[in-house]
């Protein structure tokens, strides 16, 4: 059961956004750069959820695990930066309900946070081309800290930006990353059924709750509100 929290953070990539279509364009035409054999959106899809330089390894190797040569990545990683900083939010979507959930945390009055492990040069132009940069009082990025999720650093920075306690706090995610980051903080973790992680059913990871649509944000959290008025 979700107690109340004071404030919510919520990831971007898999949670928010489907930023996949964009990331998939931006590996393929790297590849096709480097005269190297293209992944594809499926394979792609299985590997988000690290950070672009992660990303990017695990395109040159085309598995999850591993280190490519380093000179190759060398090579490789500026490409891909020059296309994604083209190919941000072309293709990449909101999921459906993020609008509506995020429209009734605002009106209830939760204090929101963004909390992501891409780069900020990519993360503020993506969410405000999508319309949703102005719901959050603070965004923190892959980049903004010494350490990124699972490191609670981010999650705990924010806490202690919204004068929250970790236990007042819920976080909103989508993979064992956000799993990890929240559990490590001591917030709570509500996690998407949709989202990146690397193909394994999040559930495995016990969250706290696992939801369909961030439009269930609405219900869950009236429950717990329910919950502590008893």
Known sequence: MIKKPQ???????????????????CVDNMMDRLGMPRRGEARVRNWVGNGVERLVRRALIDDLDGEPDESLYQKAYPVFLELYAENTSKRSHLYPGVREGLDYLREAGYALGCVTNKAAQF????????????YFAIVISGDTLPKKKPDPMPLLHAARFFEARPQDALMVGDSVSDVKAARAAGFQIVCMSYGYNHGVDIRESKPDAVIDSMAELQRLLERAQQSAAV
């Open 123 to 134: 993360t503020e132009p993506l969410l405000k081309a999508l319309g949703v940069y102005d």
């Open 7 to 25: 404030m919510l953070l919520i990831d971007v990539d898999g949670t928010l956004v489907d930023s996949v279509p964009d990331l998939a364009y």
